[in-house]
């Protein structure tokens, strides 16, 4: 389960990676998803110091790279669902600003797993005009059976971004939605961005490799 939720960083990591690299105009999300995914694997697979675990170099890239196509106001808010209403605009920032650490950890510690895994997307479902998609795929492993991946991206006026993520049945949303909901029961919303801010700094101090939620 550790490494399937790695993956999940991993997906979105092969999608939003180099996004903003020689974009064909009017190229389709799923075209675009396909050939960024096989740049960052063959990256990631050749690069010794992300294999190892290089904590600045691969942060960096992350940073640079990736996320600027992850919409985490989006993803922020539809994981708080209904109390991100009665958030105050400084809650709401703090609360993205965490959510963001959290996954940029994550994020950081799925580059050093990449090993022999790929991703085969399937045909896409959805008609041109359409400015929210899902597109799908599988993560197909060197042993057992593949993982069905699955990602909502929305396009704006900075082009295609990802909102949402699904493995084996599950969206990334939704899981959050239940750990957020919970903290937010027991202190509110200051407390759920006190559990995220003490989450954050417990990553921080440990070894990148060892970075990805459990």
Known sequence: MKFIKQFIALATVAVAFNAHAAAPANEAPDALVKRISQDV??????????QAGDTKKVIDLVETKI????????????????????????????????????LVFTYSGALS????????FKPLRADPADTEVEVRSQVNMPRGEPIPLNYRVAKGPQGWKIYD????????????KGTFASEISKGGMDGLIKALTEKN????????KTNAPK
Do not use: C, H
Request: hydrophobic share 40%; aromatic share 10%.
């Open 165 to 176: 993520i699904n493995v084996l049945g599950a969206w990334l949303v939704e899981t959050y």
């Open 41 to 50: 694997i063959d990256t990631a697979k050749a690069d010794k110091a992300i």
């Open 201 to 208: 700094k417990k990553l921080a101090s440990k070894p990148l």
């Open 113 to 120: 797993q990449v090993k022999d895994q790929t991703i085969e």
């Open 67 to 102: 996320l600027p196509y992850v919409d985490f106001q989006r993803m922020t808010s539809l994981a708080a669902g209904r109390f991100w209403r009665d958030a105050t605009p400084e809650q709401q920032k703090a609360l993205t600003e965490q959510f963001r650490s959290l």
